[in-house]
């Protein structure tokens, strides 16, 4: 089976205004996904708005309590060299990808809805009904999107993000420049959530949200799958039409 071309796109939001903190993506949001595709045999490309080094939020993850993909991501020289030669969006090809991936952390919040590459690339994936997926605050990318009548893209969506709860229970709810479940459900999205950290995973035809780090993983299994089921489809159009 041919290997799916992959985008995975990553935040480069470095400080948030307190020069305590600094913020970034959260590593078990680009790890879990890039190693499920990886794994899958799929060829991988990591971008962000302006390229680079990838900035990972300081407390991701608590020490002592990294998951395994994460584990592997720091020890793993392949994975290390992508997250700090990113390619910048512009320099990459909408055309050329068969599914993409979001990756969540507090620094997409500032950055996503004000990024017009993104804007442009992301609607595009939906316009073309190509698989794409996001997880925790990655969703913030979205909320400036509206459709040709100009109404909310996320409107009448059945999706999740990071929840007011979780904001509000971190150790910046005030910082953010908004709460992403607060602003969705404004917008019209049928918004649902789980318990705090745990998984809960939205799929409208070809969108897939994870509400946080939790809902990595299965967030991209299920864009995965929805990418091979498409190749599938497509296989089988060629093949009827050969015949």
Same mark, same amino acid.
């Given at each position: 089976?041919?290997?799916?071309?992959?985008?995975?796109?990553a935040?480069?939001?470095?400080?948030?205004?307190?020069?305590?903190?600094?913020?970034?993506?959260?590593?078990?949001?680009?790890?879990?996904p890039?190693?499920?595709l990886?794994?899958? *045999?799929?060829? !991988?490309?990591?971008?962000s $708005?302006d /390229?680079?080094h990838?900035?990972?939020? =300081?407390?991701?993850?608590v020490?002592?309590?990294?998951?395994?993909?994460?584990l592997?991501?720091r020890?793993?020289?392949?994975?290390?060299?992508?997250?700090?030669?990113m390619?910048?969006?512009?320099e990459?090809?909408?055309?050329?990808?068969?599914?993409v991936?979001?990756?969540?952390?507090?620094?997409?919040?500032?950055?996503?809805?004000?990024?017009?590459r993104?804007?442009?690339?992301? *609607?595009?994936? !939906?316009?073309?009904?190509? $698989?794409? /997926?996001?997880?925790?605050?990655?969703? =913030?990318?979205?909320?400036?999107?509206?459709r040709?009548?100009g109404r909310?893209?996320?409107?009448g969506?059945r999706?999740?993000a990071?929840?007011?709860?979780e904001?509000?229970?971190?150790?910046?709810?005030?910082i953010?420049?908004?709460?992403l479940?607060?602003?969705?459900?404004?917008?019209?999205?049928?918004y649902?959530?789980?318990?705090?950290?745990?998984?809960?995973?939205?799929?409208?035809?070809?969108?897939?949200?994870?509400?946080n780090?939790?809902?990595?993983?299965?967030?991209?299994?299920?864009?995965?799958?929805?990418?091979?089921?498409?190749?599938?489809?497509m296989?089988?159009?060629?093949?009827?039409k050969?015949?």
């Open positions: 089976m041919q290997s799916l071309r992959s985008l995975l796109i935040d480069t939001h470095e400080n948030d205004g307190d020069p305590g903190y600094g913020t970034g993506v959260w590593m078990e949001d680009l790890a879990a890039y190693y499920v990886r794994d899958a *045999g799929e060829c !991988i490309t990591i971008v $708005p /390229g680079g990838i900035p990972v939020d =300081a407390s991701s993850p020490p002592g309590s990294a998951p395994d993909c994460v592997r991501f020890q793993d020289p392949q994975a290390l060299y992508h997250s700090t030669h390619l910048p969006l512009n990459v090809r909408k055309e050329d990808f068969d599914l991936f979001l990756a969540g952390g507090y620094g997409a919040l500032w950055n996503f809805p004000k990024d017009k993104l804007q442009q690339l992301v *609607g595009y994936f !939906i316009r073309q009904q190509i $698989p794409i /997926g996001f997880v925790g605050h990655a969703l =913030a990318a979205m909320i400036l999107l509206t040709y009548d909310p893209l996320v409107a969506r999706l999740t990071y929840s007011n709860e904001q509000e229970s971190s150790r910046w709810p005030e953010p420049p908004l709460l479940e607060s602003k969705l459900v404004e917008l019209g999205a049928v649902s959530k789980g318990p705090m950290a745990s998984c809960h995973v939205v799929t409208d035809r070809r969108l897939v949200t994870g509400q780090r939790a809902s990595a993983t299965e967030t991209v299994r299920q864009v995965l799958l929805l990418a091979r089921s498409k190749d599938k489809e296989q089988f159009r060629m093949d009827q050969i015949h």
